[in-house]
């Protein structure tokens, strides 16, 4: 309780964000999320039935009140649609804390950052609270902080690679100048990834098609939910210098 998860002015236990795509079923989803321990978990305003009650709606299986909805702006390349969709969350649901992506092309879904800082500084103005899918580039992550988002998210590789985190050295820098939280997010393919970007020192790891696409979902949820405890654990006991040469465990010198 002490190690609470904080963005902005709101408050978390887990330090893992789940997002809701790309399960078989909405059983299934929220099956998975309360294996992975997390509280807040994203939804695709664009694709995701939260309004029409003729159709199965999250709601009914997720309980909005219990955890907290994360609307994303996935599938908008320009920062009107962005702007469309995330007022129209606001408006229908009242979420304020909000996820940005704006993205480039279809192939990489790569962030398209000049429309993302566009809209960003937009969103800001109108006292959203501002999470932002980004690319792992330091100047851009600071550019972002000083319009006002809440969180930088920066991703570790492609969107639904697997690839993990490649570039561990942009996302340390990116770690070390912010004063805003840090959360990988996209190309996380196994529990290893996780636990590595939590011991790089990032205060968050959101997670999707690793979980969802897993051949048990609910099972990766949980290795999900540990990888992150371990890896904050890690990073927070302060970890060892690493050294090319052997070294003695011990001190001393035998007598022979």
Same mark, same amino acid.
Request: proline fraction near 4%; include cysteine.
């Given at each position: 309780?002490?190690?609470? &998860?904080?963005?902005?002015?709101?408050?978390? @236990?887990?330090?893992?964000?789940?997002?809701?795509? @790309?399960?078989?079923n909405f059983s299934e989803t929220a099956k998975a999320i309360k294996a992975?321990?997390?509280?807040?978990?994203?939804?695709?305003?664009?694709?995701? +039935?939260?309004? +029409?009650?003729?159709?199965?709606?999250?709601?009914?299986?997720? #309980?909005?009140?219990?955890?907290?909805?994360?609307?994303?702006? *996935?599938?908008? &390349?320009?920062?009107?649609? *962005?702007?469309?969709?995330?007022?129209?969350?606001?408006?229908?649901?009242?979420? $304020?804390?909000?996820?940005?992506?704006? !993205?480039?092309?279809?192939?990489?879904?790569?962030? #398209? =950052? /000049?429309?993302? !800082?566009?809209?960003? %500084?937009?969103?800001?103005?109108? @006292?959203?609270?501002?999470?932002?899918?980004?690319?792992?580039?330091?100047?851009?992550? %600071?550019?972002? /902080?000083?319009?006002?988002?809440?969180?930088?998210?920066?991703?570790?590789?492609?969107?639904?690679?697997?690839?993990?985190?490649?570039?561990? +050295? #942009?996302? @340390?820098?990116?770690?070390?100048?912010?004063?805003?939280?840090?959360?990988?997010?996209?190309?996380?393919?196994?529990?290893?990834?996780?636990?590595?970007?939590?011991?790089?020192?990032?205060?968050?790891?959101?997670? #999707?098609? *690793?979980?969802?696409?897993?051949?048990?979902?609910?099972l990766m949820a949980e290795a999900m939910k540990l990888a992150v405890e *371990?890896?904050? !654990?890690?990073?927070?006991?302060?970890? =060892?210098? %690493?050294? &090319? !040469?052997?070294? $003695?465990?011990?001190?001393?010198?035998?007598?022979?």
């Open positions: 309780m002490k190690d609470l &998860f904080r963005v902005g002015k709101y408050k978390f @236990k887990s330090r893992l964000i789940v997002g809701t795509g @790309k399960y078989k992975s321990g997390a509280d807040m978990v994203t939804v695709a305003v664009r694709r995701v +039935n939260i309004t +029409n009650k003729k159709e199965p709606l999250l709601m009914d299986y997720i #309980n909005p009140k219990k955890i907290r909805y994360l609307p994303n702006t *996935a599938g908008c &390349f320009n920062s009107e649609d *962005a702007l469309r969709v995330l007022r129209l969350a606001r408006d229908s649901g009242g979420w $304020n804390l909000v996820k940005l992506e704006v !993205l480039g092309d279809q192939e990489t879904l790569y962030p #398209n =950052m /000049e429309e993302t !800082l566009k809209c960003a %500084k937009i969103l800001v103005k109108e @006292k959203f609270d501002v999470m932002v899918y980004c690319s792992d580039d330091p100047i851009a992550c %600071k550019q972002l /902080e000083e319009i006002g988002v809440v969180a930088v998210m920066p991703l570790g590789s492609l969107i639904g690679s697997g690839h993990g985190i490649p570039n561990k +050295n #942009n996302i @340390k820098l990116i770690k070390k100048r912010s004063k805003v939280p840090v959360i990988v997010d996209a190309g996380i393919g196994c529990a290893s990834d996780a636990s590595i970007a939590m011991e790089l020192g990032c205060d968050g790891v959101l997670v #999707n098609s *690793a979980i969802a696409k897993a051949s048990k979902p609910i *371990a890896g904050r !654990l890690s990073y927070l006991s302060g970890i =060892m210098e %690493k050294s &090319f !040469l052997a070294k $003695n465990s011990t001190t001393h010198k035998r007598k022979i």
